[in-house]
């Protein structure tokens, strides 16, 4: 939540921005001139969020922008489809307790913080019960025990929610918890918060990551060319320059970014920001969420025209998740 209690002058920007997000499908219309009819009856149960510096990016009047897609509810948000369900990933049975999850060799992955500065609608964590997994800095403590028991963990991954949610201040403490486990090598954090709001990349930040014992690696989450604005290109080439090392995650989405132009323009502008690209992710089968789909082999074409356009570096790879396996899936051509 935001601390409100604090007074205007000390909050830093990106926190005013988290809280002057648009957060209805009436105030998001407005800013956009589009007509909020088709729109206003859907996905009762994800509430709206865009903040303003990533609705500054939408094109005005247009209700297909890639990026508007995104974040619009959408009146199919309320049908079922076979197969797409609330906990796809059966998350709730890798769940340690106290917001940690352990699903492959190595490394565990904690639930920083629920909330979020933006609200996609194909989120696949838009069901989670946060509250049982127990996310939250409150859980910290009882986490970091349960990797400091088990030198196995060698890296672990910051996630949510998106784990920039939290303070500087707090995320300063966690990282000086964390450098006292001795078995720890990397540090990740994933995040969507240097596109949400690239204000959050703060000086704070930056010394955070270059003091740190380990090395860090930022994941971030983004689906097309158009998030990558100006101020967007510059906080992640100051993320860069910290000596962070930066990896992409890109959900595949139909009508978002499901297009060999959309897909090569995205890849061919990460490496201007000091991005490599990573992972392409089939969608999550969450409920609520299946007219995102893409089909396996329209995914596949995808990719052997990335092949063919871009050097092999630029080309991320396709996975996908699947309940028990032991890592990522990668899309394999037959
Ligand atoms: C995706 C994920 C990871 C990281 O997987 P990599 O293949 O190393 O990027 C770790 N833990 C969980 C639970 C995950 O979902
Ligand atoms: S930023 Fe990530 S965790 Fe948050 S709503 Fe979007 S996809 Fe979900």
Request: with cysteine.
């Amino acid at each position: 939540m935001i601390p409100v209690s604090v007074a205007t002058w000390q909050t830093p920007e990106w926190l005013r921005e988290v809280a002057d997000a648009y957060r209805s499908v009436g105030d998001l219309c407005r800013a956009l001139g589009i007509d909020p009819a088709p729109f206003t009856s859907a996905g009762a149960d994800w509430p709206v969020r865009v903040p303003r510096p990533f609705a500054r990016r939408i094109a005005r009047g247009n209700p297909d922008d890639p990026l508007l897609r995104q974040v619009m509810p959408d009146t199919r948000e309320d049908d079922t489809a076979p197969g797409f369900v609330h906990d796809p990933l059966c998350e709730a049975g890798a769940c340690r307790g106290a917001g940690l999850l352990q699903k492959y060799a190595g490394r565990a992955l904690l639930l920083a913080t629920p909330s979020c500065a933006i609200h996609c609608r194909f989120c696949f964590r838009r069901h989670t019960a946060y509250a049982d997994a127990g996310a939250g800095p409150s859980h910290w403590d009882t986490a970091l025990q349960y990797v400091a028991a088990d030198p196995a963990i060698r890296e672990l991954v910051l996630s949510g929610g998106d784990p920039l949610m939290v303070a500087d201040d707090s995320l300063a403490r966690l990282f000086e918890e964390l450098a006292a486990l001795p078995q720890l090598r990397r540090l990740r954090i994933h995040t969507r918060l240097p596109v949400a709001i690239p204000s959050r990349v703060t000086d704070e930040l930056l010394a955070m990551i270059g003091r740190a014992p380990w090395p860090v690696t930022v994941a971030i989450h983004v689906n097309h060319r158009n998030e990558i604005d100006g101020p967007v290109l510059d906080a992640l080439k100051r993320l860069r320059r910290s000596g962070a090392l930066l990896l992409s995650q890109t959900v595949l989405l139909r009508g978002v970014n499901d297009s060999p132009e959309d897909l090569a323009g995205l890849m061919e502008a990460l490496p201007d920001a000091g991005v490599m690209p990573y992972y392409l992710h089939c969608l999550d089968p969450v409920a609520g969420a299946a007219h995102f789909e893409v089909p396996g082999e329209r995914a596949l074409a995808l990719i052997r025209e990335l092949r063919r356009r871009l050097p092999g570096y630029l080309v991320p790879r396709l996975v996908r998740e699947a309940a028990g396996a032991p890592n990522k899936l990668p899309v394999e051509f037959e």
